[in-house]
């Protein structure tokens, strides 16, 4: 079992930076890729980026290349997605998610957090 918790959301001007944090729960989350997923209002939640458990391997969806990074902390059983040079169109509710499969559909994941809300303004 895999408890995650997200922090580090909130309102950010637009060309501004946040940082948001996954903390996991469990003895196994090196055994996890990663994943940060969003979703806005009206619209399906998609991959934004992830990482394969030993940090080794990342991707990002189109949109973010270049602006977002994620990245893993293995001992303190924690991932990062950094943001930066953010955009209005980056609002949305940032999900943490572990999986065992690399091109999972997003209602594949094993284990989800709350989300955290992030509001880029113009």
């Known amino acids: 079992q895999v408890q995650l918790v997200e922090s580090g959301g909130g309102l950010m001007h637009t060309g501004g930076s946040l940082r948001l944090s996954c903390a996991a729960s469990g003895r196994t989350f090196a055994g996890y890729n990663m994943a940060w997923l969003r979703q806005a209002p009206g619209k399906e939640r998609e991959r934004v980026a992830i990482i394969n458990g030993s940090g080794g391997t990342t991707s990002y969806v189109d949109s973010v290349k270049g602006r977002f990074t994620i990245s893993r902390d293995n001992p303190k059983n924690t991932v990062y997605l950094q943001m930066n040079s953010l955009k209005p169109e980056d609002t949305a509710v940032y999900y943490c998610?572990?999986?065992?499969?690399?091109?999972?559909?997003?209602?594949?994941?094993?284990?989800w957090g709350q989300g955290t809300q992030v509001t880029v303004s113009s």
């Open positions: 998610a572990a999986g065992r499969g690399w091109s999972l559909d997003v209602t594949d994941y094993d284990y």
